[in-house]
């Protein structure tokens, strides 16, 4: 196992959650690490990247102002803290990883994902 995600839970909209994504063998010390999500019947979209050397940051609008992606390096885990937390915002959350100078919203540009964990706002 080479991504693994963990802080998913139930939690009543307007609530936080921190999730976590940690990585080690080939994915560890790919410079770009993403969320992305997936609700039932639709698509996985990105929500947020960030690239672990510049610390650059992508957001997709739907997340702006309310999630906040960091990167722990001494720990090899990239967090996702979801504020203010919305039903739409329901979906499992994939973490992945890949390598590149920017890190888009894509998911094709990520080459190693993690198993998920769920999200559910109510």
């Known amino acids: 196992v080479q991504l693994v995600e963990s802080g998913g839970a139930s939690v009543q909209a307007g609530g936080s959650l921190r999730l976590s994504c940690s990585a080690s063998g080939k994915a560890y010390g790919r410079n770009c690490i993403g969320w992305f999500r997936q609700a039932p019947g639709k698509e996985r979209e990105g929500i947020a990247t960030?690239?672990?050397?510049?610390?650059?940051?992508q957001y997709a609008d739907s997340v702006k102002g309310r999630f906040t992606i960091s990167t722990d390096s001494a720990e090899n885990t990239v967090y996702l803290q979801m504020n203010n937390l919305k039903s739409e915002d329901t979906g499992m959350y994939y973490c992945?990883?890949?390598?590149?100078?920017?890190?888009?919203?894509?998911?094709?540009?990520?080459?190693?994902w993690g198993q998920g964990t769920q999200v559910t706002v109510s």
């Open positions: 992945a990883a890949g390598a590149g100078y920017y890190c888009p919203l894509s998911a094709t540009s990520f080459a190693f």
């Open positions: 960030i690239h672990t050397v510049s610390e650059t940051t």
